[in-house]
């Protein structure tokens, strides 16, 4: 459990953000910015608000907006999401006695079906030595999930870049100059980036490029969907 306003009013803060400047960018009134810090959700509009301003606030800021509607709902709507009726009527009941049937006459028929392969390539002559099961010659031609990778090329001059993963007070991961012509690469899907020079760097993540906003001393959070400049 943590403290929501005041973690999103001291990441604001350290950040050097005004509420007019987070209102701008994200389109949220102020006097619903200052409940958010304050926890005084009754000021906001009803629950699906709440939840959606705490998101876009708190990504903004570089955190975790999940994190943040979780924790909102454990505290202050324990109940949400859970509602079921009290009873079933009969056709309903009825309805999953017939998918029950069903499901059993599936797994039937697959364990005939099951039994008759395996049959037909016990007796059926096959030589073991020059075939194999397809079910053994697949299973091993899986290729891994591919992860996201963020990569760093320098143009011209290149730039001084510090890349934090996950949000501003995150883990350093790189504090390094990318001169022309050389390639940063690191994997992950959302990391925090200090520009001095954008037009020295070229960005990519997850295959795709991100557009940097020629703006000296550039600080962004960068993930697959969007790229949110901070203030300062």
Do not use: C
């Not at 079933?88 to 099951?114: K, M, N, S």
């Amino acid at each position: 459990m943590f403290a929501i306003g005041n973690s999103l009013h001291e990441a604001r803060v350290r950040q050097g953000l005004e509420f007019s400047e987070v209102e701008r960018a994200t389109k949220i009134r102020v006097k619903y910015l200052r409940a958010l810090e304050d926890e005084e959700f009754s000021i906001l509009p009803g629950d699906t608000y709440i939840r959606g301003f705490l998101r876009t606030y708190a990504d903004y800021l570089g955190l975790d907006g999940q994190l943040y509607v979780d924790e909102y709902s454990s505290r202050y709507a324990p109940g949400w999401g859970e509602e079921a009726p009290l009873h079933r009527p009969g056709p309903r009941r009825r309805d999953r006695g017939i998918e029950r049937r069903a499901v059993l006459l599936a797994l039937v028929g697959i364990a005939a079906l099951t039994a008759l392969v395996f049959a037909a390539w016990r007796f059926g002559g096959v030589d073991s030595s020059t075939s194999t099961p397809s079910v053994v010659s697949t299973g091993g031609e899986r290729t891994a999930a591919a992860f996201d990778e963020l990569v760093l090329r320098g143009v011209g001059k290149g730039s001084y870049v510090e890349v934090r993963r996950g949000s501003a007070s995150g883990e350093v991961v790189l504090q390094a100059t990318v001169p022309g012509g050389g390639i940063e690469q690191l994997q992950g899907s959302r990391f925090y980036l200090s520009v001095r020079r954008p037009a020295g760097l070229r960005v990519q993540l997850g295959g795709k490029s991100v557009a940097l906003p020629a703006r000296r001393n550039l600080r962004v959070v960068v993930t697959p969907k969007r790229t949110t400049r901070l203030g300062g």
